[in-house]
């Protein structure tokens, strides 16, 4: 049984700081579904939610919001608000309330003594208190990698199960704050086993439309690939997550009490009834059944929870001796409005694309978050890249000194998820501590990586003489341990692949010399690249490395290779060509007189791209009303509907070798870029755009979006093709809604759609396809046929009054922020489809998952003697398809492991690779015999076979079906994944001998 199901009957068992206790078991738990009041058909039944909204950073960092600081800031104190509602809850039996943030709800538990302890969990067993989501935090569904999003669910439920137990699962989703929902978001709760979704916002056009029509519930059909698995029924809230104006009761309000004082001058009972249920009857017109559902809290509310229920309380009383024949009114969970719902047994529209992008008015379109602090972004992007190496390496490695550091690393990424945290829409000092507390868990991280691959290598050897250091500015080309000494780089691939991969170490200007450890015989073609000026003069950089050597790294599947490099003489040439070009066997590349670069596909004759800069003026308002709205955090609005150019960037240098080309560009004193190709066909099928682009410069009191433009002679008749959180692709066009008609005043940001991995577009008539994979997510659009536009950095100088309160002006080091990053660019027939595609799923992973290089400084050979039997090592027995990736290897409790492995086509995407495909998984990883192996949700908190999801009747009579039941346990160890399906593994190891 997972974790500790088994003990649960006799008792009940929670970690604080590292230790178990036990507490007594507690009573036969009522919760969930089984805890409802009774609704009934003939009324219209009223249920009242109470609810919080704790953001995990926002005006105030997590510590701040927690225990209540800076309240000049925000009136906010998350600790007062769980201590104030369980008292609140003790005190009349009548009374819900519903959480949803883990981060806050585990701060606070720890802290408590085992009495309160014990009452929270009765409480959550009597379904009173009711665990929603269950992540982390409650997360961005924009700009969020569904890596991280399937890690930050799973982390969350494990806390959660392991505190609470059976009741604290959670089975809804509760996505009321964030700008924009993704459909990756509904399949993956799909995949969680969840039985509904709860969103606030989505675009004013759209609900609109929907309350008119009474489709503001529907059955939103999650993907395409995985059928009607993947419908979830989906719940807009009336009034974003607010009360009925008017009825808001916590201390941080101004509504009028309840006052039931008949004597009274202030009496009010009889027009507070009557306007409430004013309300209530305008809502329920908008709905299919006789229940609504209203949302009676807001953003940290019930920091003194006695004021909300008190009169709650009242109201509840008087509307029930008033109105009894009428309405049914009572407090109530979202599960218990859900199951309302499906007892009225109706049909219910359908929903198949997205809800980006999200507007709230005619000129405020939430997509400048898409790439709102890039660096954070790219930062958060690296986080989840070293966290599934520190997962893998420590179950290779049997690694058993993590846990501790492992649980904070996996909780600073948690947060990282959060609605204003990757999304940039936080204050400055937030998004300071948001990358304190990744730095700290990264650092810690590669520790962990470090000792664990020493374990790997040299076994229980203790080889204390052995350092291995991470270089952790490698995006600013410094590392302090390559370029004064020697080295040994050990790259260990986290990817499920062998990579042909090329390694970039910062060195000093001379002539090197590269080893392959593995075999000193075989010649390792190395090349040395300056180090662009632009680039080295960083503002905060600090690094002796002019150069770059580079070389082309084989490394096995989930494994690792070692190389040695060896500075041989002080002197070397820079090599800058006289040719104008650089060329291998798929593209030619040059700068046209323009200053614009220009690729050519060498075997698609008639398929050329157009790469260059261009700019936004930021509009500058008062933001009072719509049309005065302010460029900011959270809203793109330009200036016009054209993007500015540069003057014509003629200032390049051609850089030509062995192993790479590259032109340098310089486009002005903040915009340069070093556009790369491999000489080796199979080693990369892109051309790598590494741009660098700040401090932007606002002298002139204007704030700029920067983008990038890749214009190509494809005709793509208005429509391009977006990702959806790193997963499936869907179709966008231009100045369309899939389901309303749109009236767009807002021509270009109203456009703009997240970009968290790909985009691309095609030309059917010719057969041809042009896509560009981002190290981060970013916004971004096609604004005219055959053009891909990317935003890759802004800086504002106005508010857009939203709520955080201050412009999106980042500076560091005294100086406007500098973002560096890369595009990949990809193109070619339609006519291979299996290879096109295959190219652009791998380059993908490799821009998610990327090999990490560890480094040991030697002055001499005697001190890395150990090495010196090193062979490239590989965590896999067997390989996988080469349409399979293993999406997480992690280890669990009592010696568990969670195995994930997914299918990474979609339906019809590739000829053969689209098909169903089937894997071993007895003997996959290296040196392992599995001994236990059973198949769990997304979450790995419930067994799949266990889970019994409600049925929903669309409006075409078709029944979303249960998941399929599998056995106990799978004997045969074969398993089929079929397109776009990840399934989820827990398994136990035979023991090492």
């Given at each position: 049984?997972?974790?500790?199901?088994?003990?649960?009957?006799?008792?009940?068992?929670?970690?604080?700081?590292?230790a178990?206790?036990?507490?007594?078991?507690?009573?036969?738990?009522?919760c969930g579904?089984?805890?409802?009041?009774?609704?009934?058909?003939?009324?219209?039944n009223?249920?009242?939610?109470?609810?919080?909204?704790?953001?995990?950073?926002?005006?105030?960092t997590?510590?701040?919001?927690?225990?209540?600081?800076?309240?000049?800031?925000?009136?906010?104190?998350?600790?007062?608000?769980?201590?104030?509602?369980?008292?609140?809850?003790?005190?009349?039996?009548?009374?819900?309330?519903?959480?949803?943030e883990?981060?806050?709800?585990?701060?606070w538990?720890?802290?408590?003594?085992?009495?309160?302890?014990?009452?929270?969990?009765?409480l959550?067993?009597?379904g009173?208190?009711?665990i929603?989501?269950?992540?982390?935090?409650?997360?961005?569904?924009?700009?969020?990698?569904?890596?991280?999003?399937?890690?930050?669910y799973?982390?969350?439920?494990?806390?959660?199960?392991?505190?609470?137990?059976?009741?604290?699962?959670?089975?809804?989703?509760w996505?009321?704050?964030?700008?924009?929902?993704?459909?990756?978001?509904?399949?993956?709760?799909?995949?969680?086993?969840?039985?509904?979704?709860?969103?606030?916002?989505?675009?004013?056009?759209?609900?609109?439309?929907?309350?008119?029509?009474?489709?503001?519930?529907?059955?939103?059909?999650?993907?395409?690939?995985?059928?009607?698995?993947?419908?979830?029924?989906?719940?807009?809230?009336?009034?974003?997550?607010?009360?009925?104006?008017?009825?808001?009761?916590?201390?941080?309000?101004?509504?009028?009490?309840?006052?039931?004082?008949?004597?009274?001058?202030?009496?009010?009972?009889?027009?507070?009834?009557?306007?409430?249920?004013?309300?209530?009857?305008?809502?329920?017109?908008?709905?299919?059944?006789?229940?609504?559902?209203?949302?009676?809290?807001?953003?940290?509310?019930?920091?003194?929870a006695?004021?909300?229920?008190?009169?709650?309380?009242?109201?509840?009383?008087?509307?029930?001796?008033l109105?009894?024949?009428?309405?049914?009114?009572?407090?109530?969970?979202?599960?218990?409005?859900?199951?309302?719902?499906?007892?009225?047994?109706?049909?219910?529209?359908?929903?198949?694309?997205?809800f980006?992008?999200?507007?709230?008015?005619?000129?405020?379109?939430?997509?400048?978050y898409?790439?709102?602090?890039?660096?954070?972004?790219?930062?958060?992007?690296?986080?989840?890249?070293l966290?599934?190496?520190?997962?893998?390496?420590?179950?290779?490695?049997?690694?058993?000194?993590?846990?501790?550091?492992?649980?904070?690393?996996r909780?600073?990424?948690?947060?990282?998820?959060?609605?204003?945290?990757?999304?940039?829409?936080e204050?400055q000092?937030?998004?300071?501590?948001?990358a304190?507390?990744?730095?700290?868990?990264?650092?810690?991280?590669?520790?962990?990586?470090a000792?664990?691959?020493k374990?790997?290598?040299?076994g229980?050897s203790?080889?204390?003489?052995?350092?291995?250091?991470?270089?952790?500015?490698?995006?600013?080309?410094?590392?302090?341990?390559?370029?004064?000494?020697?080295?040994?780089?050990?790259?260990?691939?986290?990817?499920?692949?062998?990579?042909?991969?090329?390694?970039?170490?910062?060195v000093q200007?001379?002539t090197?010399?590269?080893?392959?450890?593995?075999?000193?015989?075989?010649?390792?073609?190395s090349?040395?690249?300056?180090?662009?000026?632009?680039?080295?003069?960083?503002?905060?950089?600090?690094?002796?490395?002019?150069h770059?050597?580079?070389?082309?790294?084989k490394?096995?599947?989930?494994?690792y290779?070692?190389?040695k490099?060896?500075?041989?003489?002080d002197t070397?040439?820079?090599?800058?060509?006289?040719?104008?070009?650089?060329?291998?066997?798929l593209y030619?590349i040059y700068?046209?007189?323009?200053?614009?670069?220009?690729?050519?596909?060498?075997?698609?004759?008639?398929?050329?791209?157009?790469?260059?800069f261009?700019?936004?003026?930021g509009?500058?308002g008062?933001?009072?009303i719509?049309?005065?709205?302010?460029?900011?955090?959270?809203?793109?609005r330009?200036?016009?509907m054209?993007a500015?150019?540069?003057?014509?960037?003629?200032?390049?240098?051609?850089?030509?070798?062995?192993?790479?080309?590259?032109?340098?560009?310089?486009?002005?004193?903040?915009?340069?870029?070093?556009?790369?190709?491999?000489?080796?066909?199979?080693?990369?099928?892109?051309?790598?755009?590494?741009?660098?682009?700040?401090?932007?410069?606002v002298?002139?009191?204007?704030?700029?979006?920067?983008?990038?433009?890749?214009?190509?002679?494809?005709?793509s008749k208005?429509?391009?093709?977006?990702?959806?959180?790193?997963?499936?692709?869907?179709?966008?066009?231009?100045?369309?809604?899939?389901?309303?008609?749109?009236?767009?005043?807002e021509?270009?940001?109203?456009?703009?759609?997240?970009?968290t991995?790909?985009?691309?577009?095609?030309?059917?008539?010719?057969?041809?396809?042009?896509?560009?994979?981002?190290?981060?997510?970013?916004?971004?659009?096609?604004?005219?046929?055959?053009?891909?536009?990317?935003?890759?950095?802004r800086?504002?100088?106005?508010?857009?009054?939203?709520?955080?309160?201050?412009?999106?002006?980042?500076?560091?080091?005294?100086?406007?922020?500098?973002a560096?990053?890369?595009?990949?660019?990809?193109?070619?027939?339609?006519?291979?489809?299996?290879?096109?595609?295959?190219?652009?799923?791998?380059?993908?992973l490799?821009?998610?998952?990327?090999?990490?290089?560890?480094?040991?400084?030697?002055?001499?050979?005697?001190?890395?003697t150990?090495?010196?039997?090193q062979?490239?090592?590989?965590g896999?027995?067997?390989?996988?398809?080469?349409?399979?990736?293993?999406?997480?290897?992690?280890?669990?409790?009592?010696?568990?492991?969670?195995?994930?492995?997914?299918?990474?086509?979609?339906?019809?995407?590739a000829?053969t690779?689209?098909?169903?495909?089937?894997?071993?998984?007895?003997g996959?990883?290296?040196?392992r015999?599995?001994?236990?192996?059973?198949?769990?949700?997304?979450?790995?908190?419930?067994?799949?076979?266990?889970?019994?999801?409600?049925?929903?009747?669309?409006?075409?009579?078709?029944?979303?079906?249960?998941?399929?039941?599998?056995?106990y346990?799978?004997?045969?160890y074969?398993?089929?994944?079929?397109?776009?399906?990840i399934?989820?593994?827990i398994?136990?190891?035979?023991?090492?001998e």
């Open positions: 049984m997972l974790w500790c199901e088994f003990f649960l009957p006799f008792l009940f068992l929670f970690s604080y700081g590292g178990f206790r036990i507490l007594p078991a507690p009573s036969s738990p009522k579904y089984s805890s409802c009041a009774a609704v009934d058909p003939s009324k219209l009223i249920h009242l939610v109470a609810h919080t909204h704790d953001d995990v950073g926002w005006l105030k997590v510590d701040q919001y927690f225990f209540g600081s800076r309240s000049k800031t925000q009136v906010a104190g998350v600790q007062y608000i769980l201590d104030s509602v369980v008292q609140a809850l003790v005190a009349n039996p009548e009374r819900k309330f519903m959480y949803v883990t981060a806050f709800l585990w701060k538990w720890v802290r408590q003594d085992m009495k309160t302890q014990q009452i929270v969990k009765n959550i067993n009597e009173r208190l009711e929603i989501g269950g992540g982390w935090s409650m997360n961005d569904e924009a700009v969020t990698h569904y890596h991280s999003l399937v890690d930050q799973t982390w969350g439920f494990r806390r959660l199960y392991d505190t609470f137990g059976t009741c604290a699962k959670p089975h809804i989703g996505q009321i704050d964030p700008f924009g929902h993704s459909r990756e978001q509904a399949s993956l709760f799909t995949q969680l086993g969840f039985d509904g979704l709860f969103l606030g916002r989505i675009d004013y056009q759209d609900k609109r439309q929907r309350i008119e029509d009474k489709s503001m519930e529907f059955i939103w059909k999650g993907s395409p690939n995985l059928g009607s698995n993947a419908d979830l029924f989906t719940v807009v809230l009336y009034n974003t997550y607010s009360p009925p104006p008017g009825f808001c009761f916590d201390v941080l309000c101004r509504d009028d009490p309840i006052n039931d004082d008949v004597e009274s001058a202030d009496y009010n009972v009889p027009e507070k009834v009557e306007k409430f249920l004013a309300y209530a009857r305008t809502q329920a017109s908008h709905y299919k059944t006789n229940n609504i559902i209203l949302t009676m809290g807001e953003d940290f509310n019930y920091q003194q006695e004021m909300w229920y008190t009169n709650m309380d009242r109201l509840i009383r008087y509307v029930r001796e109105n009894s024949t009428e309405v049914n009114i009572f407090y109530s969970t979202p599960s218990c409005y859900l199951k309302a719902v499906n007892d009225a047994n109706l049909q219910w529209p359908t929903k198949e694309d997205d980006f992008p999200y507007a709230s008015d005619p000129h405020s379109y939430w997509t400048g898409f790439s709102s602090r890039p660096t954070i972004k790219y930062f958060e992007r690296m986080g989840n890249n966290l599934q190496i520190n997962k893998q390496l420590v179950v290779l490695a049997n690694f058993t000194e993590h846990d501790v550091h492992l649980e904070h690393f909780e600073a990424m948690g947060i990282m998820q959060h609605h204003d945290a990757v999304t940039g829409t204050k000092l937030v998004a300071d501590d948001y304190r507390i990744l730095y700290k868990n990264m650092e810690q991280g590669t520790e962990t990586v000792a664990a691959l374990k790997w290598t040299f229980n203790n080889v204390t003489t052995t350092k291995m250091f991470s270089c952790m500015e490698l995006n600013i080309s410094s590392c302090p341990y390559t370029e004064e000494q020697n080295s040994i780089l050990t790259i260990y691939n986290p990817l499920s692949f062998q990579i042909d991969t090329p390694i970039r170490v910062p200007q001379g090197y010399k590269v080893e392959d450890l593995s075999d000193s015989a075989k010649k390792v073609v090349q040395l690249v300056p180090i662009p000026n632009s680039v080295q003069q960083i503002p905060g950089r600090v690094s002796k490395a002019t770059e050597l580079v070389f082309m790294a490394v096995p599947a989930l494994g290779q070692s190389y490099v060896i500075k041989t003489s070397y040439e820079n090599i800058v060509t006289s040719t104008d070009s650089i060329q291998n066997e030619e700068v046209n007189n323009d200053g614009k670069v220009v690729v050519n596909y060498k075997q698609e004759k008639d398929m050329s791209v157009v790469q260059s261009h700019y936004y003026e509009q500058v008062n933001n009072e719509p049309k005065n709205r302010s460029s900011g955090a959270y809203i793109f330009p200036i016009g054209f500015r150019g540069f003057m014509n960037p003629t200032d390049y240098k051609v850089y030509k070798g062995d192993v790479v080309q590259e032109i340098h560009q310089t486009v002005n004193s903040w915009i340069s870029q070093v556009v790369r190709i491999y000489n080796q066909k199979r080693n990369e099928e892109n051309v790598e755009f590494d741009w660098l682009v700040g401090p932007i410069p002298e002139d009191k204007v704030g700029k979006e920067i983008v990038t433009k890749y214009s190509s002679n494809l005709s208005g429509e391009f093709f977006t990702d959806s959180n790193g997963r499936e692709m869907l179709k966008r066009q231009r100045n369309i809604r899939p389901t309303w008609n749109l009236m767009l005043e021509p270009v940001s109203g456009n703009y759609y997240p970009v991995t790909k985009i691309a577009l095609e030309d059917e008539d010719r057969y041809q396809r042009l896509s560009v994979i981002t190290d981060r997510a970013q916004g971004g659009t096609s604004m005219k046929d055959g053009e891909i536009e990317l935003m890759v950095h800086r504002l100088l106005h508010d857009d009054a939203f709520g955080v309160g201050e412009a999106l002006d980042e500076t560091a080091f005294g100086h406007g922020l500098v560096r990053g890369s595009h990949y660019l990809l193109g070619g027939s339609t006519k291979d489809l299996d290879k096109l595609i295959l190219n652009e799923k791998i380059s993908t490799k821009s998610v998952l990327r090999p990490w290089t560890l480094v040991t400084p030697f002055k001499d050979d005697s001190e890395i150990q090495f010196s039997y062979t490239p090592v590989s896999l027995n067997n390989s996988l398809p080469v349409n399979v990736h293993l999406l997480t290897l992690e280890p669990w409790i009592y010696d568990t492991v969670i195995l994930r492995l997914e299918h990474i086509f979609e339906k019809d995407e000829k690779l689209s098909k169903s495909v089937n894997v071993n998984l007895q996959l990883l290296a040196n015999r599995i001994l236990t192996v059973r198949e769990a949700t997304l979450g790995a908190n419930k067994w799949l076979q266990e889970v019994n999801r409600m049925q929903w009747k669309a409006d075409s009579n078709e029944i979303v079906e249960q998941f399929e039941e599998l056995p346990n799978i004997t045969q074969n398993v089929t994944l079929n397109p776009m399906e399934r989820t593994y398994i136990s190891f035979m023991p090492q």
